[in-house]
Each structure stands twice: as structure tokens, then as C-alpha cells.
């Protein structure tokens, strides 16, 4: 027999299912469709959540996103990461239900079927990339050259819409074996699958269980997944960037510091730490809320930015830039739109927790704002501009 025909036999024996390898009633399209709708849910919220990461960072021409609700980032970004965690069960999972299919023979019947199996390839792909990456993003690990973000946020686009693409292909068979009456099955064919589907949906909660801690303060205690825990940092609070990190640790300590307000204004001022703590102080109790997930909250002391803005005579629909004096890196200023910078809770802290501000955390001056990104809140901030 030619090598070619005896590689086929092979193939479809594989096919057709071998005892002990394909033959598990767990290999079917009754497991495959449920793992597949709590994938859909769980790839849904993710998308979603992260698109309102993207936006609030980046947000498109003169759009503003709102001041409150207070922790609506917190929450938003907390279910995106550790959503995300609990889905790596989830995907697996469905992988390993489905991967007989890859030994069909022939590959593909079909240039429709071909474009098919070439979109779950697509859809299998991206989904390990984002999830592989986002893990290790979130752990500090970067093993890549290219931008996470831009990755990330392109690559959501591929999956959403190949994922998309894909129910609707398969919609009739989710139909079929999720909502329609189904045929009698032998009571360990039942319990096998009740038993596979609860353990994988077990590890996806156990990672939540061991993961929310980083963002919700009274389970921080079980964080034992969590790559960052939130109470542990200067002055209680977790830091990504430190001063020596950034390069500013003489420059913090330099006597003649000065913040200046520039650009669009009435009266340019230019005020040394002194002066600040001269100012009205206001105390809030705001979180940081880090993109990578976690979130601690703490109680910040300082100057109102809008008090500020109406010292230097700012329009109110003024957009603020405020600058640290970090010299490079992707976050050393950051836009402060009308709706944060008009809202009393903004401040340009000068304490948290009753103390001066850690080298670590900003010293001598931080931006701290509701409902907004960790990495755009500004430290060691040296100049806001007015446009």
C-alpha cells in the first residue's frame, strides 16, 4: 500500500475516534457547546471592559469621559484582568474538547469549509495570544518587542470579530444541544460531562476567589494569585515606577522646585512646595487603579486642581496637560479633561495618609483623580499647561 493511502487510513481511524483517545463522550459537541457560551460570555466582558480601558486612556478627539462613578475604572478594570484569568480554564478546556477535529480528513471538503476552519484557526490564535500575553503583562513579564497595549488592544478586534463570526456559523448546533429537548444518554456519559464541566468551572472560580483580593480590599487576604498584592508598598500602597526607576530622585530634593501653571492662562504662577501647603488643603479618599488590575485605596491631601485652574484664570473648557519631571517614558504627562479636572475630588496631593508623599508615590507633588487609569495619574509633578 503507498505511503499516502496508509497515512490516510490513519487519519480517518483518528477521526472516527479510538478508544481511550477520541472516544471520550467528553469529546463532543454537547461539552464543546457549553464551554464555547461561557468562552462567548467570558471573551464578551473582556472585550468590553477593555475597550473602556483603551478609551479612558486614550480617549478620541475632545471626548471626556466622566468623573463618577468614583470607582467605575476600579471595577471595570478588575473584571478585565481577572475576568481574563478565569477564562484561561475555560479555553483550554474547550481545546482539549475539540482537538479530534483537528485530525478530520480530509482537511476541508470545501472552499467554505476551508475559509471556516481557517477563521477557528484565526479564532484559536488570537486567543491564545491574548491570553497568554495578558498574563504575563499583568505578572511583569515581558518577553516580546513589540507595544503590549497596541497588540492587545488590535488583536481584541481579531478575536471579537472571528468569535463573532464563528456563533453565528455554529449557532444551530449551540441551539440544538443547549435549548432543545435531548435524546436519553447513559447515566456515566451524563456524569462524566457533569463532572468535567464542574471542575473547569471550579478552576476558573478558584482563580477569581484567588485573585479579586488585588482589587477588592476585604478578600485581599486569599490574593494568592495575585501578582500584586495591594497593601504592601511605601506607605501601604503597591508602586509600578519607582523615583530611582525614573530618574528624578535629585531632582524631587532640588530646593529650587517650582510647579508652574502655563500655556492658556490669565496669570502664569509658578509656586514652590511652601507655597502649596499654604493653599486650601482637601483630603479625599480616592483608589488607584492600576491597569494591570489591582487597586488599593488611601486617603490623599493637597490642592484642589480646579483651585488652581481658577488661580491662573483657566477657561472651563480648558483641556490641563500635567507634566512630572520624569524626562521620558509613555506616561510622564497625561491630559486632565473638564468633567476630572473640575471635579473637587481631583488633586495635586501632597500627602496620603496623613504623610508627605514617599519618594516612591510622587514626591513632591501627584495627580490623584476619580474614576481614572493608575498610570495617568501623574507623579512628581512639576508643570500643569492649560490649551
Given at each position: 500500500m503507498a505511503r499516502g493511502s496508509v497515512m490516510r487510513e490513519r487519519i480517518e481511524t483518528l477521526a472516527r475516534g479510538v478508544p481511550g483517545r477520541f472516544g471520550s463522550a467528553l469529546h463532543s459537541e454537547r461539552v464543546a457547546a457549553r464551554l464555547g457560551l461561557w468562552l462567548g460570555i467570558s471573551f464578551t466582558a473582556a472585550f468590553?471592559?477593555?475597550?473602556?480601558?483603551?478609551?479612558?486612556?486614550?480617549?478620541?478627539?475632545?471626548?471626556?469621559?466622566?468623573?463618577?462613578?468614583?470607582?467605575?475604572?476600579?471595577?471595570?478594570?478588575?473584571?478585565?484582568?481577572?475576568?481574563?484569568?478565569?477564562?484561561?480554564?475555560?479555553?483550554?478546556?474547550k481545546l482539549w474538547t475539540v482537538y479530534p477535529k483537528l485530525w478530520q480528513w480530509p482537511p476541508f471538503r470545501s472552499f467554505s469549509h476551508a475559509v471556516e476552519r481557517a477563521l477557528v484557526l484565526v479564532l484559536v490564535g488570537a486567543s491564545l495570544f491574548q491570553l497568554i500575553t495578558g498574563l504575563l503583562n499583568v505578572s511583569y513579564v515581558y518577553l516580546w518587542p513589540f507595544s503590549f497595549p497596541a497588540a492587545h488592544y488590535w488583536t481584541a478586534y481579531l478575536l471579537y470579530g472571528a468569535l463573532?463570526?464563528?456563533?453565528?456559523?455554529?449557532?444551530?448546533?449551540?441551539?440544538?444541544?443547549?435549548?432543545?429537548?435531548?435524546?436519553?444518554?447513559?447515566?456515566?456519559?451524563?456524569?462524566?460531562?457533569?463532572?468535567?464541566?464542574?471542575?473547569?468551572?471550579?478552576a476558573s472560580g478558584l482563580t477569581v476567589l484567588f485573585t479579586v483580593g488585588?482589587?477588592?480590599?476585604?478578600?485581599?487576604?486569599?490574593?494568592?494569585?495575585?501578582?500584586r498584592d495591594p497593601r504592601v508598598g511605601p506607605q501601604g500602597l503597591p508602586v509600578n515606577r519607582s523615583a530611582a526607576a525614573a530618574g528624578?530622585?535629585?531632582?524631587?530634593?532640588?530646593?529650587?522646585?517650582?510647579?508652574?501653571?502655563?500655556?492658556?492662562?490669565?496669570?502664569?504662577?509658578?509656586?514652590?512646595?511652601?507655597?502649596?501647603?499654604?493653599?486650601?488643603?482637601?483630603?479625599?479618599?480616592?483608589?488607584?487603579?492600576?491597569?494591570?488590575?489591582?487597586?488599593?485605596?488611601?486617603?490623599?491631601?493637597?490642592?484642589?486642581?480646579?483651585d488652581l485652574a481658577a488661580?491662573?484664570?483657566?477657561?472651563?473648557?480648558?483641556?490641563?496637560?500635567?507634566?512630572?519631571?520624569?524626562?521620558?517614558?509613555?506616561?510622564?504627562?497625561?491630559?486632565?479633561?473638564?468633567?476630572?479636572?473640575?471635579?473637587?475630588?481631583?488633586?495635586?496631593?501632597?500627602?496620603?495618609?496623613?504623610?508627605?508623599?514617599?519618594?516612591?508615590?510622587?514626591?513632591?507633588?501627584?495627580?490623584?483623580?476619580?474614576n481614572r487609569p493608575g498610570a495617568l495619574q501623574t507623579k512628581w509633578v512639576s508643570k500643569v499647561v492649560a490649551a
Open positions: 468590553v471592559t477593555g475597550l473602556f480601558s483603551h478609551f479612558t486612556q486614550h480617549p478620541p478627539g475632545r471626548l471626556a469621559w466622566p468623573s463618577r462613578p468614583v470607582g467605575l475604572y476600579r471595577v471595570t478594570q478588575g473584571i478585565h484582568v481577572i475576568g481574563g484569568l478565569a477564562t484561561i480554564p475555560l479555553l483550554f478546556a463573532v463570526i464563528h456563533v453565528v456559523n455554529e449557532w444551530a448546533k449551540v441551539r440544538r444541544w443547549l435549548w432543545t429537548r435531548e435524546e436519553v444518554e447513559p447515566r456515566e456519559t451524563v456524569t462524566a460531562r457533569r463532572r468535567f464541566l464542574g471542575t473547569v468551572a471550579a488585588e482589587t477588592y480590599a476585604p478578600l485581599s487576604g486569599l490574593a494568592l494569585l495575585a501578582p528624578v530622585t535629585a531632582m524631587i530634593h532640588d530646593p529650587g522646585y517650582r510647579l508652574t501653571v502655563t500655556g492658556a492662562v490669565g496669570t502664569p504662577l509658578s509656586l514652590t512646595y511652601a507655597d502649596l501647603l499654604r493653599l486650601p488643603q482637601h483630603t479625599v479618599r480616592l483608589p488607584i487603579a492600576c491597569v494591570e488590575g489591582w487597586s488599593a485605596e488611601a486617603e490623599w491631601s493637597g490642592v484642589r486642581l480646579r488661580m491662573a484664570g483657566v477657561a472651563p473648557d480648558a483641556v490641563l496637560t500635567v507634566e512630572s519631571l520624569e524626562r521620558g517614558g509613555g506616561y510622564r504627562s497625561s491630559e486632565v479633561r473638564a468633567p476630572h479636572w473640575g471635579d473637587p475630588l481631583t488633586l495635586l496631593a501632597l500627602r496620603v495618609g496623613g504623610e508627605p508623599l514617599a519618594p516612591d508615590h510622587g514626591f513632591p507633588v501627584r495627580l490623584i483623580a476619580p
